[in-house]
């Protein structure tokens, strides 16, 4: 017999050694059951219970069950047509599928409006001029049964009336009683004013204006760590209410009528009620991607900074890219710089660029940076800035636990998001040149990141008293989207707009605010 290979006898007591590792693999790594993942405090569950008890208490119980469904389902999507690619090819393609260009479609309604305010008017000027004519009318009647009755006239009727009333007397007045009597109910007790002269008074509750206190600086939104020392922080329902009272300096807000929607900016979206989606973008023959799918709400900000041949845009939290990347298909900025701070996000911006605006003529005008939005200094360098800052992210907070706000070790910088977000904001404003706009958005439904961050941002730059900003209204501008869009009215917001999630159109949820620097 040949002798036993040494390879043969090595290989058969390696599978010897590994059969206690496949028994322990197979005892231990049993599927687990989902009630006992239920079970299990997980972060999209922590946030899901913190809107349960915040959101609700703003947004009312019933619409909260409509918005909660929403965030809880697959966000709808439209797509941002790449001109650098085949574009007429990838409209035609898009159209086929039933999507709807929105630029056509926004226009088609602000015609109709027109239209309907036009026939308003003209129903309204008809209704008048027969109201005139019927007066003429009763008119010319009344004067015919005076010249009828001609007995007496209008003067003459005064004289008979007064004489017919001469010896009348006038009618008794009652007994009412006195001003200063007071009802039997209250006799044998002391006043208001007497009782406070004996009333005890805690002088250790009077703020000295001495000290630089006032009560407005006691209600004025700012961090708890200013006000309740470094180790306490304020829940979001604190900071809410701190808001709310803050309010002692002037804001200007305007109404803006109408938006202008960018000539080669292309976006297809399907209509309400329609769940259809949008295939995977692929590459053209110039070797970019078709077009760029990104969440429908994300695009009103852009929408809002009103961009136009010759500006500089800077887009302060850039990351992923997605803003940025509409408005430069837009073909009108001199400059657009996407601006993040962490290394991991600008090099997703990158790869974006790459896929997107391969080897394109204007790629020179499309520049990243690598700086905190908080130490920028070039002031009145760009015209047009876009805030898109670090947010609760809301939909993703209640469906994703990876890089979650509510994991329990980042519940500090969480509930000091809205400090960040207004010193972000506020630096914004200063560097945007003199007559720019500044668009501040949020991926939240909390009015404390959204209208108190900008109320907060306004009033630092008030009490500063160097520049005016004026807070444009654009609810009536963008009252002809919705037809695809659910936008939030009588939920409390004064500087912005809210776009909420629903079944039937599912975008956001998004909320922005414009500042036009005077």
Known sequence: MFPQCRCSTSHKNLQNLLIPLREWKRFYKKSIHWTKYENRDFPRYRALTHFDDFYKNIYGEKLWRSLRLGLLCNNKYCAVVNNFSEPDAVKENLQNRGALNMRELLALVEEKREERSETAVKKVSSEEGSLERRMEEAIEASAKRDL???????????????????????????????????????????????????????????INIKDGLSTSTLYEFVPASKIK??????????????????????????????????????????????????????????????????????????????????????????????????????????????????????????????????NCPQKERFKISHRNGLNMTERDLYNKILVDVPCTNDRRSVNKDEGNWFETNRMQQRLRLPELQADLLTNALRLVAPGGTVVYSTCSLSPVQNDGVVQMALKNLWEENEYEFVVQDMTEAFRPAEV???????????????????????????????????
């Open 229 to 358: 020392g470094i180790d306490r922080i304020m829940s979001e329902t604190a900071q809410l209410e701190f808001y709310k009272q803050s309010v002692d300096f002037p804001i200007n807000v305007e109404k803006q009528l109408s938006i202008t929607f960018p000539e080669h900016l292309d976006i297809y979206s399907y209509e309400k009620c329609n769940v259809t989606s949008f295939p995977h973008p692929e590459r053209g023959r110039t070797g970019v991607f078709d077009f760029y799918l990104l969440d429908g709400a994300s695009i009103l900000p852009v929408l809002a900074l009103d961009l136009k041949p010759g500006d500089r845009l800077l887009d302060m939290c850039g990351a992923p890219g997605g803003k940025s990347m509409t408005a430069f298909q837009t073909l009108s900025l001199d400059e657009l710089v996407c601006n993040d701070s962490f290394k991991s996000r600008v090099n997703r911006i990158s790869r974006i660029v790459k896929e997107y605006l391969y």
């Open 148 to 206: 009828i009755s001609g007995t007496y006239s209008k003067y003459d009727y005064v004289n008979v009336l007064d004489e017919h009333y001469k010896d009348a007397k006038p009618p008794e007045k009652k007994d009412e009683p006195k001003e200063t009597e007071e009802p039997k109910e209250y006799e044998g007790k002391l006043s208001l004013a007497e009782g406070i002269k004996d009333a005890h008074i805690d002088h250790r509750r009077i």
């Open 484 to 518: 695809l869009y659910c936008f939030g009215e009588n939920v409390g917001l004064k500087y912005g707009i809210v776009v909420l999630p629903h079944l039937t159109a599912n975008f956001g949820p998004l909320y922005f605010s414009k500042i036009v620097k005077k």
